[in-house]
Nanobody, 119 residues
Framework: QVQLVESGGGLVQAGGSLRFSCAAS????????MGWYRQAPGKQRELVAR???????NYADAVKGRFTISRDSAKNTVALQMNSLKPEDTAVYYC?????????????WGQGTRVTVSS
């Protein structure tokens, strides 16, 4: 059974930093895209950053220059380094992966990890 397990997150003051990581486990044939999304209270889930199998990255405009996504394809992990955090970064952050396994190709989501940025 494929799972995405996240670690990191927590409470930080504005201007501080946090780092997340996400590991995909199970029988995985290949992973095309890994990324991070977030959902703030009362808002829709939105893309934060993603990285493809050829290490191409995309960032939301709101996080460009502050967040960095990185991927270790050998370990099936993705990390998100978040610097210069702002109160508006407060949200639940979810790891997402599009991967191929014995059940075919589909997306998977992590359980979510909460980030609170205090002003």
């Amino acid at each position: 059974q494929v799972q995405l397990v996240e670690s990191g997150g927590g409470l930080v003051q504005a201007g501080g930093s946090l780092r997340f990581s996400c590991a995909a486990s199970g029988i995985i044939f290949s992973i095309s895209t890994m990324g991070w999304y977030r959902q703030a209270p009362g808002k829709q889930r939105e893309l934060v950053a993603r990285v493809t199998s050829d290490d191409s990255t995309n960032y939301a405009d709101a996080v460009k220059g502050r967040f960095t996504i990185s991927r270790d394809s050998a370990k099936n992990t993705v990390a998100l380094q978040m610097n210069s955090l702002k109160p508006e970064d407060t949200a639940v952050y979810y790891c997402r992966a599009i991967l191929s396994s014995r059940t075919g190709s589909r997306q998977y989501w992590g359980q979510g990890t909460r980030v609170t940025v205090s002003s």
